[in-house]
């Protein structure tokens, strides 16, 4: 009893914890808004996308979120080389465990892209967003209201909170190198910074604007890859996280298979199939099907941290969806990251 208790307990304080961390996708590759230097870095004129995520409901609460971002490339000429300046905006909305704490983002992000030569192109681009974060303490649980058998929500709670609302303006930044080194096989670098500003984010001070009560700088660095052999695609990707003392290393590849390769009267058709590893965490399976400019990815997450024995290996399952459309007819070129 006591050791179920405790689970709660853990995950009921998640909640409060996350304030000073951010929300995350299995599916990183799917939601280009967390390095703004994407912004505008794919093969068409417009994209539009989302993505939503549930997350253990096997145990708790379960922690929802959903992102919808669209951008822009636009000054292109029409065969995709030179310059071009890419602008875009994203909605984030995140309801998370048993308090309730809701985070709220939007913002916009602006990048240019540069021809180095035929076969490279770096982008730089530079982001902001306006957070608003509340929480409902009254259902949280804390430790001084344990009295040995359960929580007694009628025993003080013992903390001192002077807000259940804050709202504050978040800056990022971040750069990419692509390089197509073979017709077949395009490799891509990416470095991003959020919170580099370093807002404060607290529920507790007013004047302390120090320490613990701001937002940590956020790099994100990721290295990702597309070969093509024949039907076949293989798209590998190393992504790493750190805020803090919270980090996150995700690992995999998908493999994407054509089943029509499109014209003006039969659209493209893929299949797309992937297996993942968030370190320590969870294994991520990935399923999906592209036709024309459409695509849509469903993944799982098969918990297996020290949580399985609550959540029974049920991480949660995690959606998303993209359209990458055009206003004129441009010549084809390798994007990496697919987005």
């Known amino acids: 009893m006591k050791k179920i208790a405790f689970l709660w307990f853990c995950m009921g304080l998640a909640t409060f914890w996350a304030q000073a961390q951010d929300v995350h996708f299995s599916q990183f590759y799917a939601y280009p808004a967390y390095n703004p ?168 001070f007013t004047t302390n604007t120090s320490g613990n009560n701001r937002r940590g700088v956020r790099p994100i660095a990721s290295i990702s890859a597309a070969y093509k052999m024949g039907n076949i695609s293989w798209q590998p990707a190393v992504f790493l996280s750190r805020e803090k003392k919270a980090q996150e290393i995700i690992g995999g590849l998908n493999v994407v298979y054509t089943l029509t390769e499109g014209s003006a009267y039969n659209p493209a058709s893929k299949i797309h199939g992937g297996l993942w590893y968030r370190s320590a965490e969870a294994i991520i399976v990935v399923a999906g099907y592209e036709w024309s400019k459409y695509r849509a990815l469903l993944s799982y997450d098969i918990n297996v941290s020290e949580l399985k024995a609550g959540s029974n290996y049920r991480g949660g399952p995690e959606l998303s969806f993209v359209h990458i459309g055009g206003f004129r007819q441009r010549s084809e070129r390798l994007y990496c990251p697919r987005f």
């Not at 490339?73 to 465990?97: I, K, T």
């Not at 909170?161 to 504050?168: A, L, P």
């Not at 800056?171 to 500003?197: I, K, M, P, Q, Y």
Request: no cysteine; glycine share 14%.
């Open 37 to 204: 230097a994407n912004t505008g870095n794919f093969n068409g004129n417009y994209r539009v996308g989302g993505i939503a995520r549930n997350q253990w409901s096997s145990v708790t609460v379960p922690y929802q979120t959903l992102g919808v971002y669209g951008d822009l490339a636009l000054f292109q000429d029409e065969s995709g080389r030179d310059n071009w300046l890419g602008v875009g905006g994203q909605f984030l909305y995140d309801r998370a465990g048993d308090g309730v704490l809701q985070t709220l983002q939007v913002g916009g992000s602006v990048a240019m892209h540069k021809d180095l030569s035929r076969n490279v192109y770096v982008s730089l681009g530079g982001g902001f967003t306006y957070t608003r974060k509340g929480i409902d303490f009254d259902k949280l649980y804390f430790n001084s209201q344990w009295n040995e058998n359960d929580f007694d929500e009628n025993i003080g709670n013992g903390e001192n909170f002077e807000y259940n609302r804050r709202g504050y303006l978040d800056l990022s930044a971040g750069g990419s190198v692509t390089a197509s080194l073979t017709e077949d096989f395009t490799l891509n670098a990416a470095f991003s910074a959020l919170h580099v500003n370093e807002p404060v984010e607290s529920f507790y």
